[in-house]
């Protein structure tokens, strides 16, 4: 019902920055926040930035400074530009939406299938 496709990982020098998008695609009436999540080897997902439709951003007191998550309603698509990277930021980043599809009359949350971002010292 709601896919969502992620693009703009890689592997990337420390100090260096990459961008990252995230493109909802499918019967969706309405998406009421979007995000990014990383995932680090044998560490627990954890939020990376998230924007809601209202505009309220919120970040991980790690990434403060040098990510910003924007978006874009129109296209359904958000994006995380990623600056100043360190090799501690080297995960697979998931984004993560939280959206109503067709002839479904509550949110659910959608996630994709993820994209490697690696960050050398």
């Known amino acids: 019902q709601v896919q969502l496709v992620e693009s703009g990982g890689g592997l990337v020098q420390a100090g260096g920055s990459l961008r990252l998008s995230c493109a909802a695609s499918?019967?969706?009436?309405?998406?009421?926040?979007m995000g990014w999540y990383r995932q680090a080897p044998g560490k627990q997902r954890e939020l990376v930035a998230r924007?809601?439709?209202?505009?309220?951003?919120n970040y991980a007191d790690s990434v403060k400074g040098r990510f910003t998550i924007t978006r874009d309603s129109a296209k359904d698509t958000v994006y995380l530009q990623m600056s100043s990277l360190k090799p501690e930021d080297t995960a697979v980043y998931y984004c993560?939406?939280?959206?109503?599809?067709?002839?479904?009359?509550?949110?659910?949350?959608?996630w994709g299938q993820g994209t490697q971002v690696t960050v050398s010292s």
């Open positions: 993560n939406a939280d959206a109503r599809p067709l002839y479904i009359s509550e949110y659910k949350t959608y």
């Open positions: 924007i809601t439709n209202g505009g309220y951003i």
């Open positions: 499918g019967t969706i009436v309405s998406i009421n926040a």
